[in-house]
C-alpha cells in the first residue's frame, strides 16, 4: 500500500491514462503523466505535471520518477498492436518490423530498472488478455482451450510479438520483484470501450450460429472493458495491502452477449460445449473472480445496468 499519494502514469497522454489521471485526482493523489507524446495542453489538467521522454531510454525514466517524487508507478506506455509483417496479412509498413517488441518489452525494462534505482515499491501495469495467443495466429493453428472459464492459471500460447510482448513483460516485472521486492501487478485487460465512442461498440449481441467451428475464440471473446472499470481497478491494487509480491488478474467490465455464456459457447464455439457444460451467468469466457474475490473489484459500466446510458 502507498501512502504519500504520489504516482507516476505513463503512456500518461494516451486515452486510458487521461480516464485513470482523472481518476486518481478525484481521490486526492498527486499525478505525474509521462510519455513520448505531448498531451493537449488545453485539455490536459493543469494541476498534472507532465514530463516528456522515452520508455526505451533508462535516462528518461530516471528523471521522470526524480521529478514526481513518485513511490508507485502505473504503467500504461505501450504499443498496443503487432508490427511484424506476415505473409498474407496486407498492411503498410509504418513502423520498423521490432517496433512492437523494442518498445513494450525493453520500455517496461527500463522502467523497472528506474524504479528499482529509486526505491519505488509498487508498480501496476497493463498487461493484455492476447498473451492467452488470441492475436494474430502466425501458425494459423487454432487456439487450443485448455479449460472455461479461463482464469490466471491457463497455458499461455502467444504467438505474435504484440501477445509475446506482453507475456514477456509480465515475467519482467515478477522477476524484479523477486530481485528487488518491488510489488508488481499486471492486469490483462479485454478491448477498452471509451464512452467517447459507444456508437462504435456493439452490445446485448447474439453471437453468430458456427456449427463447424474448431478452436475457440480468435480475436475477442465479445467481452470489454470500461476506462473508468479499470481506473477502479488500477486504484484498488496500488492500495492492497494482501497481495503477494507479483498478481496478474484479468480484467473486464462485461460481454457483450445478453445471453448465458453457455449458450454463446453451444452455439459460437461449438467445440468447447463440454468444457461449458457448468457455466452460469453471463461473464463470458473469460473470468474476473480473482480480481472480484482478491481486491474487491465491482465494476460499475456494465451495459446492463439501467443507469448506464447505452
Known amino acids: 500500500m502507498i501512502t504519500n499519494k504520489k504516482v507516476l502514469v505513463t503512456g500518461g497522454a494516451g486515452r486510458l491514462a487521461r480516464y485513470t489521471v482523472d481518476y486518481l485526482l478525484e481521490r486526492n493523489y498527486q499525478v505525474t503523466a509521462y510519455d513520448v507524446t505531448s498531451p493537449d495542453s488545453e485539455t490536459f489538467p493543469k494541476e498534472v505535471q507532465f514530463v516528456k521522454g522515452d520508455l526505451t531510454s533508462l535516462e528518461d525514466n530516471m528523471r521522470a520518477i526524480h521529478l514526481s517524487d513518485a513511490e508507485a508507478i502505473i504503467h500504461l506506455g505501450a504499443i498496443t498492436h503487432d508490427t511484424t509483417l506476415q505473409p498474407g496479412r496486407a498492411r503498410i509498413q509504418r513502423m520498423p518490423e521490432d517496433e512492437t517488441m523494442r518498445v513494450n518489452t525493453m520500455g517496461t525494462y527500463y522502467l523497472m530498472d528506474a524504479a528499482r534505482r529509486f526505491n519505488v515499491k509498487t508498480v501496476v501495469a497493463a498487461s493484455s488478455y492476447y498473451v492467452l495467443g488470441l492475436g494474430f495466429r502466425i501458425s494459423n493453428k487454432p487456439f487450443q482451450v485448455d479449460y472455461l472459464p479461463i482464469d490466471e492459471e491457463h497455458p499461455l500460447r502467444p504467438e505474435d510479438s504484440y501477445s509475446l510482448s506482453k507475456m514477456i513483460n509480465e515475467e519482467t516485472l515478477k522477476a524484479f520483484g523477486l530481485a528487488y521486492g518491488i510489488r508488481t501487478v499486471a492486469f490483462r485487460l479485454n478491448g477498452v470501450d471509451y464512452p467517447s465512442q459507444r456508437h462504435m461498440y456493439k452490445y446485448k449481441i447474439t453471437p453468430e450460429s458456427r ?33 503477494d509480491l507479483f498478481e496478474v488478474f484479468y480484467l473486464h467490465t462485461d460481454s457483450r452477449h445478453w445471453e448465458d455464456t453457455k449458450t454463446v459457447v453451444e452455439r459460437h464455439w461449438p467445440d468447447l460445449k463440454v468444457m461449458a457444460a457448468d457455466l452460469k451467468g453471463t461473464e463470458g469466457l473469460i473470468t474476473c473472480r480473482k480480481l472480484h474475490e482478491k481486491l474487491g473489484y465491482q465494476p460499475q459500466y456494465s451495459w446492463r445496468n439501467p443507469r448506464n446510458d447505452f
Do not use: S
Open 211 to 243: 456449427p463447424n467451428h474448431v478452436g475457440g475464440p480468435i480475436g475477442t471473446t465479445h467481452q470489454y472493458i470500461d476506462p473508468r472499470d479499470a481506473a477502479q481497478a488500477f486504484l484498488l491494487a496500488l492500495e492492497a495491502t494482501n497481495l
